[in-house]
């Protein structure tokens, strides 16, 4: 039976490489010379630290631009609040999605239901599956998820005739 997944999974290879650039621009920046500033990759969690708020704005830009020259979708960054962590220094935490948040998939779902296509959509932990008896049937609902769920950066893999 023909299927395949809808899936919100990063390249994290090209994230860590973004991230990578943007540290050096910002130590080889003048603007940022004799500050605080940096930025920093653990498990799927960007630390932005920096003096000021304006220099967490212009960090993000940077990884912003990075992202997007690497084909990396800036939808998958979660922004978190700014934080002050002592003395003259701020700190941003940026979490990087990873898989589709339960109330996204069961919106999938509905949404599938409710469009009589000769599909089933069946929620599988962090990915939705679609099979249906038609590759035409798959595609149309491709293209239905990918109109209507336009604020998370889904992509379909594992398709199966």
Excluded: Y
């Excluded at 920096?50 to 993000?60: K, N, P, R, V």
């Excluded at 631009?65 to 003395?87: E, H, M």
């Excluded at 898989?99 to 932990?125: C, F, H, N, P, W």
């Amino acid at each position: 039976m023909p299927s395949f997944d809808t899936v919100c999974e990063p390249n994290l290879v090209e994230v860590r490489n973004a991230v990578d650039n943007t540290a050096k621009e910002v130590a080889t920046r003048f603007d940022f010379k004799g500050t605080p500033a940096a930025i920093e990759l653990k498990d799927k969690e960007i630390t932005l630290i920096g003096s000021a708020e304006f220099q967490l704005t212009q960090i993000d830009d940077i990884l912003r631009n990075k992202l997007t020259k690497r084909n990396v979708d800036v939808r998958f960054l979660d922004v978190g609040d700014v934080q002050k962590i002592g003395g003259d220094k701020v700190k941003q935490v940026i979490k990087v999605r990873n898989g589709i948040e339960t109330e996204v998939s069961k919106k999938i779902q509905r949404m599938i239901k409710d469009s009589k296509l000769k599909v089933q959509a069946a929620i599988q932990g962090d990915a939705v599956r679609v099979t249906g008896a038609k590759r035409d049937d798959l595609q149309a609902a491709m293209a239905l998820i990918k109109k209507d769920i336009a604020d998370v950066p889904l992509s379909f893999n594992n398709f199966r005739d």
